[in-house]
């Protein structure tokens, strides 16, 4: 069964990758519409003409538009994204370090955002049918229309100005040497045995986590809500009830271990919302993730971090989506093939 | 019996549909209502507070910002650009994704297999990620937005109802239309269009909530309209710089996003229940 597995996710893997090919080439076509020359940029305003020309030649954007794509293309199969314009720094770094924040962050808003969603979704299907129900179900819609970076920027006002429990700047506090292991800040703590650090850089994560785990959260109750009604309709439901199982055995063993399979492909979708959805979290919170970093690039018309971090962004979600399809398989034995 | 149509029953689409109208109101009708032109600097008064806490001024009901702007004028000339960029994007993206999905759902074979691949590239960019990205290329500016929203958003319809116009391709009726010869354009036009024209409202209202967000997000890090037009996300990132001093500057901004955004959903979610549709969930 396990090499089953395996052998999907590889294929699953392998159809991702024309994916990505033509995901990089939209991007690499949508910023070259940009009215800039990034070879002006990258020298001081007193060059003369012949030595812009010389850069061009050097960077080869004197060459047509598909060969430049191809080139760019080459370097990073081999690990090179180029040299940031602004940071005057290799890219491929700048993002070896911010990437591991954001991951973190997003992973820890995805776990709030599940445990959230799973303990709304089993009250929405509880309180069906009841007086209740209205209420909880416009609860519900009101949720769905507070964005990630509002919960955040409500999150700063409440617990940052108003009554000042969480830090909301930042991923450490300033006294603090960060260890430096595998950029996992959470990991990295616990490696050196720093608890008062780990509960630093938790206490730090713990606002935008909630705000991005919130926002998120609404779209799993409802699904996993509709799901678990649509599973009490069938049979095996009511064969349990005439076996005399209690509701709550019923619920838990027979009727959501069905009814979460939907809810997970959504989770998976989620995901991808929720990667997106850290880049304004990170700005508001200051957070030196990879939204951070595009943001800053976007502002300083940043070509080369640009191109790598929204590249970055895609792989990520790409490699999330089979992880899920995955899963998918492994959890429900229908769909595997015999 | 009522005179009034079933979805004008449901007391949320006349909750959303009164927010929308509020809004859609102070937006027209801004030079009007605005107390203050909402450009004008007043560099003596700066970051002062709401009128009615102590050292706020009459002049200005809701405080001003770091360069003295009133805030309630640009709340109110903000809601210009929230809801043309809602109404136009969303027209926009409704169009692209709602065309390409009859095609595909009732073309089938390779041209459905094509539009498919294309919403498989579109979805694995982050939305958020795909419009900022947009708009470093087309230049900041409210077409541009609209612009980049409608692309990045036309597979929010597209993905849906090309399910919807599979299942209606399947139909009986149709294949009876069919048989009796009616041309493809009319046959699509006439005969599966009605059947996902409630499904395409129910699309449109949410996308315009959706629309309301990524506008503010791409005017908060200033890839949005230009910078003398006031934008919500731009007030927000204004008054974040001085969150200690005026958090009120905060507040309205985001209540004014979230309130719109509220009524779009509430529009949208009482439209789904009386059309009765099947939509599937997510955001």
């Known amino acids: ?338 | 019996m009522s005179a009034l149509p079933r979805w004008l029953r449901s007391g949320r689409v006349v909750a959303g549909l009164l927010i929308v109208v509020l809004v859609a109101l102070a937006a027209v009708l801004a030079p009007l209502v605005a107390p203050n032109d909402p450009q004008e600097q007043h560099l003596v008064a700066t970051l002062l507070p709401p009128a009615w806490s102590p050292g706020g001024d009459a002049a200005f009901p809701l405080g001003t910002d770091s360069l003295g702007r009133c805030v309630l004028s640009r709340l109110i000339y903000g809601a210009r650009v929230a809801m043309t960029v809602a109404i136009f994007a969303a027209l926009g993206a409704m169009l692209l994704g709602a065309v390409l999905a009859h095609v595909a759902g009732y073309c089938g074979g390779a041209v459905d297999w094509t539009i498919g691949r294309a919403v498989d590239v579109w979805m694995s960019f982050p939305p958020v990620i795909l419009s900022l990205i947009l708009m470093v290329g087309l230049g900041v500016g409210l077409g541009n937005v609209i612009l980049a929203i409608v692309l990045v958003d036309w597979t929010r319809f597209c993905r849906v109802l090309r399910a919807e116009v599979m299942v209606t391709a399947g139909r009986d009726y149709v294949a009876a239309a069919r048989l009796v010869g009616f041309s493809h354009w009319r046959i699509v036009t006439r005969e599966i269009l009605p059947a996902t024209l409630p499904l395409i409202i129910t699309l449109m209202s949410l996308e315009m909530g959706i629309a309301v967000v990524v506008e503010a997000i791409l005017s908060f890090v200033g890839m949005s309209v230009s910078a003398n037009q006031p934008a919500w996300g731009q007030m927000i990132a204004d008054a974040r710089l001085s969150i200690y001093d005026t958090p009120w500057n905060l507040v309205f901004p985001i209540l004014a996003i979230f309130v719109t955004v509220l009524g779009f959903n509430l529009l949208g979610d009482g439209l789904r229940r009386t059309l009765d549709v099947r939509l599937s969930e997510g955001r």
């Open chain 1, 1 to 338: 069964m396990n090499g089953t597995v395996l052998r999907q996710l590889g294929r699953r893997l392998i159809v991702a990758l024309p994916i990505l090919a033509i995901v990089s080439a939209l991007l690499f076509a949508v910023l070259r519409l940009l009215p800039v020359d990034p070879a002006a940029m990258s020298l001081p305003p007193t060059a003369t003409v012949a030595e812009v020309e010389a850069k061009r030649a050097e960077m080869g954007l004197d060459r047509p538009l598909p060969q430049q794509y191809l080139i760019w293309l080459r370097n990073v199969a081999a690990g090179d994204f180029g040299t940031s314009i602004h940071f005057r720094r290799a890219v491929a770094g700048l993002i070896a370090e911010t990437l591991p924040a954001t991951i973190e962050l997003a992973g820890l808003a995805m776990l709030i955002a599940a445990a959230l969603g799973i303990a709304g979704g089993l009250y929405l299907f509880h309180v069906r049918g009841t007086a209740k129900e209205p209420l909880a179900d416009l609860g519900s819609i009101v949720l769905l229309s507070i964005p990630e970076f509002l919960w955040g920027l409500f999150f700063i006002l409440l617990f940052g100005v108003a009554v000042p429990l969480l830090p909301f700047t930042g991923r450490l506090a300033a006294g603090f040497q960060r260890p430096v292991h595998t950029g996992f800040l959470l990991i990295d703590t616990l490696i050196d045995g720093r608890l008062d650090m780990f509960r630093d850089a938790l206490a730090h994560m713990a606002l935008p986590a909630l705000a991005l785990g919130i926002a998120f959260s609404p779209a799993i109750m409802r699904v996993l809500r509709s799901s678990l009604i649509d599973v009490y309709h069938e049979e095996y439901i009511g064969q349990a009830r005439l076996r005399g199982l209690s509701e709550r055995r019923i619920l838990v063993r027979h009727a959501l271990k069905n009814a979460i399979l939907p809810t997970l492909s959504l989770m998976g979708v989620q995901f991808g919302f929720l990667f997106g959805g850290t880049l304004l979290v990170e700005v508001i919170y200051s957070y030196p993730g990879l939204g951070n970093l595009m943001v800053d690039a976007v502002r300083n018309a940043d070509l080369p971090i640009i191109q790598a971090v929204g590249l970055t962004y895609c792989v990520v979600v790409l490699l999330i989506n089979t992880m899920v399809d995955t899963l998918y398989l492994v959890l429900d034995p229908r769909l595997r093939p015999r």
